[in-house]
Nanobody, 127 residues
């Protein structure tokens, strides 16, 4: 069982920045592919970014490319999402996810590929 706890959400003005963190339990974090998704009320969960086990490979949704950066620190069992130039449409609940059986290469972007999820952290962007 993997437990994921997100933090770092909050209220920020458009154009501002936030850094989300996701701390994972367990001693095998370095074997997990990690990802961030987001979801607005009444909408499907949307892929944001993912990172491979070593951090070598990353993938991003087109809507966040050039503004968001995913990274990880395997020594701290933590994955991060640095969000810059935030827009009103980035307002969502952000979820961290882990995929425990991972392959080498570009990480997947479908929610169904991930096995464990955090409770989410709210990001609100104001004008």
């Amino acid at each position: 069982q993997v437990q994921l706890v997100e933090s770092g959400g909050g209220l920020v003005q458009a154009g501002g920045s936030l850094r989300l963190s996701c701390a994972a339990s367990g001693r095998t974090f370095s074997t997990y592919t990690m990802a961030w998704f987001r979801q607005a009320p009444g909408k499907d969960r949307e892929f944001v970014a993912a990172i491979s086990r070593s951090g070598r490979y990353t993938s991003y949704a087109d809507s966040v490319k050039g503004r968001f950066t995913i990274s990880r620190d395997n020594a701290k069992n933590t994955v991060y999402l640095q969000m810059n130039s935030l827009k009103l449409e980035d307002r969502d609940i952000y979820y961290c996810a882990a995929k425990t059986l991972s392959r080498v290469g570009v990480p997947p972007s479908s929610p169904s590929d991930y096995d464990y999820w955090g409770q989410g952290t709210q990001v609100t962007v104001s004008s």
